[in-house]
């Protein structure tokens, strides 16, 4: 399983380098905001985004000269959000082609006896860590006065997830 913890480690080590390379982190403490802009950063990285209904697909990487992203209408935005950083973790670790189905929903990001494919296993840290690092999360229950605790509470748990964007479940 150490393969696993290797993947694990490579996806959360590019979510980070990313997020530096783009002053996320610069960006986010400045401004009110408190959501990754997903979306923007596939796009800063050169790659075509396309928005599309799919059918049994959440998503799709296709390297090439030009790489392009594709990510179904048929879920809700904070759907569309990991979908696009799942994708984008792709795209920034030079994987080969991808096509996600609801697969990606089910899995636990960081679950050292996964069977997944490496690549796989790579993008879902990657988008996890890209969506909620752990400066952000701090961040926000700065913002938001709440005490520690707080955190066990799922009324807390869901307004944070309303503030990065992502799905509460």
Same mark, same amino acid.
């Given at each position: 399983? #150490?393969?696993?913890?290797?993947?694990?480690?490579?996806?959360?080590?590019?979510?980070?380098?990313?997020?530096? =390379?783009? $002053?996320?982190?610069?960006?986010?403490?400045?401004?009110?905001? $408190?959501?990754?802009?997903?979306?923007?950063?596939?796009?800063?990285? /050169?790659?075509?985004?396309?928005?599309? +209904?799919?059918?049994?697909?959440? $998503? !799709?990487?296709?390297?090439? &000269?030009? +790489?392009?992203?594709?990510?179904?209408?048929?879920?809700?935005?904070?759907? @569309?959000?990991?979908? $696009?950083?799942?994708? %984008?973790?792709?795209?920034?670790?030079?994987?080969? +082609?991808?096509? *996600? =189905? &609801? /697969?990606?929903?089910?899995?636990?990001?960081? =679950?050292?006896?996964?069977?997944? !494919?490496? @690549? &796989? @296993?790579?993008?879902?840290?990657?988008?996890?860590?890209?969506?909620?690092?752990?400066?952000?999360?701090?961040?926000?229950?700065?913002?938001?006065?709440?005490?520690?605790?707080?955190? #066990? *509470?799922?009324?807390?748990?869901?307004?944070?997830?309303?503030? %990065? /964007?992502?799905?509460?479940?």
């Amino acid at each position: 399983m #150490a393969d696993n913890r290797e993947a694990i480690l490579t996806g959360a080590k590019a979510a980070h380098t990313l997020h530096r =390379d783009l $002053g996320m982190r610069e960006h986010l403490e400045r401004t009110a905001g $408190g959501r990754v802009d997903v979306f923007g950063a596939i796009s800063k990285l /050169g790659a075509t985004l396309m928005f599309r +209904p799919l059918d049994k697909l959440l $998503g !799709a990487y296709v390297p090439a &000269e030009e +790489p392009g992203v594709l990510i179904t209408t048929q879920r809700t935005l904070p759907i @569309q959000r990991f979908t $696009g950083a799942h994708e %984008l973790g792709h795209l920034y670790m030079s994987h080969e +082609p991808s096509l *996600d =189905d &609801e /697969g990606i929903l089910r899995r636990a990001p960081f =679950d050292t006896q996964s069977r997944l !494919a490496r @690549q &796989e @296993q790579e993008a879902d840290a990657f988008a996890s860590m890209f969506l909620a690092p752990a400066w952000l999360l701090a961040l926000i229950v700065q913002r938001q006065g709440w005490p520690a605790a707080a955190l #066990a *509470d799922p009324v807390t748990v869901y307004q944070l997830s309303l503030r %990065l /964007g992502t799905s509460y479940s």
